[in-house]
């Protein structure tokens, strides 16, 4: 069954202190896309990142970078020297890519505190 | 993320009353998911809707939730009898071409349903 698993609920850090949120999927397909997703206070879904299970290179992105381990079944997030406006929860999701659907499955969320 | 336009942004209903989002997706798209997010939890797929047709209906509760998405027009998300139950923001996501093929859901704003 797909199911994403984001164990950390809520994380407090201090401003530029780097913080890794972790993600743990489980699909059985053999094709299939992880995204994170970053919901702000003011509710609004932004799209962070897109990874096709064929693709295990990192990618970084200013000071975003993302781990993609299938060995572990995992998608983790690292932010670098955090800034109080990164403070927000994230969403990891799965996309199994079966013909008829594309469904997002949605981990629980972390919630991000950062603290000037 | 602007291109979704989900209205209205916040609804109050008591209950036994009927609820109705209405969705419209980006220029140029044609395939709507609608989702639901309880307080303090992430998102969870409801209905995947192409043009005048429903693709995957699986997250749909049986009674009283219904869908469409009509060849003129926005998509609607409609809550009949409404049960505080029913309190959540219901997001609302568009594609041009299913996700495996875009890598994207663009999300609205969500809609804000408060059931008293």
């Known amino acids: 069954a797909q199911k994403v698993t984001q164990a950390q609920t809520e994380i407090s850090v201090v401003e530029k202190e780097d913080v890794t949120l972790d993600c743990v999927y489980e699909t059985r397909d053999t094709t299939y896309y992880l995204f994170w997703y970053k919901q702000p206070p003011s509710g609004e879904l932004v799209f962070l990142i897109r990874r096709n299970s064929f693709d295990e290179q990192n990618e970084i992105s200013g000071r975003y970078s993302w781990n993609f381990q299938k060995s572990t079944s995992s998608f983790n997030f690292t932010i670098t020297a955090s800034q109080v406006v990164d403070s927000a929860v994230y969403f990891c999701?799965?996309?199994?890519?079966?013909?008829?659907?594309?469904?997002?499955?949605f981990g629980t969320g972390t919630r991000l505190q950062v603290f000037p | 993320n602007a291109g979704v336009m989900q209205n209205p942004r916040h609804l109050v209903r008591r209950r036994g009353q009927e609820a109705r989002l209405r969705c419209s997706p980006m220029?140029?798209?044609?395939?709507v998911y609608w989702y639901r997010q309880l307080p303090e939890e992430g998102l969870k797929f409801m209905v995947y809707?192409?043009?005048?047709?429903?693709?995957?209906e699986s997250g749909m509760p049986k009674e009283r939730f219904s869908a469409e998405f009509p060849k003129e027009g926005p998509s609607i998300l409609r809550i009949q009898q409404v049960v505080r139950g029913d309190s959540a923001a219901y997001f609302c996501a568009s594609s041009p071409q299913t996700v495996s093929n875009t890598g994207e859901l663009f999300f609205g704003e969500g809609s804000r349903l408060t059931v008293l």
């Open positions: 999701a799965l996309s199994e890519a079966s013909y008829n659907t594309d469904k997002l499955i």
């Open positions: 809707l192409q043009k005048e047709n429903i693709i995957d």
């Open positions: 220029k140029g798209h044609s395939h």
